[in-house]
């Protein structure tokens, strides 16, 4: 097409859907579209609709009739989109329909049936954007804030509160990094498991299917992507129990990055975290019952102010019953700003080295004993690296990137960096696990 793409554009409804209206026509004017006063002008037309009374739903139905009409190629966003079927019942050809305040999923959709005009410098990025992660595995962010107030965390003061993307943009941007070669999508934010509640858990669409902003919902989308699906630090709520099932069917790599942060209840009150150890280390059990290949991660601070060795043994039986997978320990500092600071009792210095050392030794043996039960066992691996010798750098499901262990794979030279393959776990360390290629 050598003219630029015109859309035909009507907008219904109250101020709310005017603004929305005006974002989408401010997205098609940026990336080069035009804008057609008629149907007959145009290439394809959008209509924001209304849904509020019954004369605003006719209204709507009747502009979506005329449309297609007279031109044939119709989107429809906006409220009456969002009130399921009602669209799609009686006019099936429409293009595809999503709820208001989705400028996102109505460019998407636009994309799909007018594709956008060449531009010389957008043209130049590939469609995923710039990743300065290797090409087989990428960082999916999808929320940004945090709505704990973690005594020892400054997050939400820089950041401010939980702000959700929205779910058909996160499943959109997943979809296209499948399609630039990602083998693992790593999905992070500050906090997962919280994921839409400051949108509500509403509702948005891909690829036609309406799906919840939440966490439970936009993992098993994920799933489907028929990538390894890695999900990072998940607050430990309640509802974190709906994903291990989705683990367990091998929606999802059976992975959970949990930051737990202590064990003590008094500690993890001065925290402000939750503070139930008990219960959590029977929904550990439990987890592990329905999805016996999980395995755990988590994070832990010592020397937190007022921690004294009865907390910190605590956390040691804590450890020993939980057996997690991998462990990470801090020793608190102060952030300049953090509430921590005012607390009383600071944990001198060489306590804190003291105690941190005695945690990791502890748990070097849990993580090398829960390694142990590997030897023997077949393993699919996704190759980082090649190095000289000819030997596999990779990752089984159990380890994340950068954080965690790898699997060295003797004899891996034919493998290549971003394939899968299956291996044999002839050895391991308190870290990583040595295999061969089958
Ligand atoms: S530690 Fe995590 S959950 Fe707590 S306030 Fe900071 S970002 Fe939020």
């Not at 080069?32 to 290439?43: K, L, S």
């Not at 709507?60 to 119709?74: C, Q, R």
């Not at 600071?346 to 990791?360: D, F, G, H, I, T």
């Amino acid at each position: 097409m050598n003219r630029e793409p015109k859309i035909g554009f009507v907008s219904l409804g109250c101020p709310k859907a005017l603004v929305d209206s005006e974002r989408i026509l401010t997205r098609l004017r940026t990336e080069g579209y035009g804008v057609a006063p008629t149907y007959e002008a145009a290439d394809l037309v959008v209509i924001n609709t209304c849904g509020f009374i019954d004369a605003a739903v006719t209204e709507s139905l009747e502009a979506i009739g005329e449309a297609l009409a007279g031109n044939g190629k119709v989107i429809v966003t906006g409220c009456l989109g969002a009130k399921g079927d009602v669209v799609r019942d009686l006019h099936p050809s429409v293009l595809a329909v999503t709820g208001p305040h989705a400028c996102e999923e109505v460019m998407a959709a636009i994309h799909t049936h007018l594709p956008r005009p060449h531009d010389p410098f957008l043209d130049l990025t590939p469609p995923q954007g710039v990743k300065l992660t290797p090409r087989h595995y990428a960082y999916l962010k999808i929320a940004e804030g945090c709505n704990h107030r973690c005594t020892f965390c400054i997050i939400p003061q820089l950041r401010g509160d939980l702000v959700s993307r929205p779910v058909g943009e996160v499943l959109r941007e997943a979809e296209t990094l499948v399609r630039a070669g990602v083998r693992e999508l790593l999905v992070i934010s500050q906090d997962t498991s919280a994921y839409g509640v400051d949108l509500r858990y509403r509702t948005g669409f891909w690829n036609g299917r309406p799906f919840k902003t939440r966490m439970t919902p936009l993992a098993a989308a994920l799933g489907e992507l028929g990538v390894w699906i890695r999900l990072h630090y998940v607050y430990p709520y309640p509802h974190v129990d709906e994903v291990v099932p989705l683990m367990a069917a091998g929606k999802l790599v059976p992975y959970l990055d949990v930051p737990l942060q202590h064990a003590s209840p008094r500690i993890l009150k001065a925290m402000k975290r939750p503070a139930n150890t008990g219960d959590t280390l029977e929904r550990i059990r439990r987890w592990r019952e329905i999805c016996p290949e999980l395995t755990l991660r988590s994070t832990f601070i010592v020397g937190f102010p007022g921690e004294t060795e009865q907390d910190f043994e605590r956390l040691l039986e804590f450890l020993a019953a939980a057996k997690l997978d991998r462990v990470g320990c801090f020793t608190y500092s102060p952030v300049a700003g953090a509430a921590a600071n005012q607390l009383p009792d600071p944990v001198p210095e060489a306590v804190k080295q003291e105690r941190q050392a005695r945690l990791m030794a502890a748990q070097a043996k849990i993580s090398a004993e829960r390694l142990r039960r590997k030897i023997g066992r077949t393993l699919t691996v996704l190759v980082d690296a090649i190095d000289e010798q000819g030997t596999a750098i990779a990752r089984s499901t159990a380890d994340a990137p950068e954080i965690d262990g790898v699997v060295y794979v003797e004899g891996g030279s034919a493998l290549r960096v971003g394939e899968f393959a299956e291996v044999r776990v002839a050895d391991t360390d308190e870290h990583d696990l040595y295999a061969k290629r089958l």
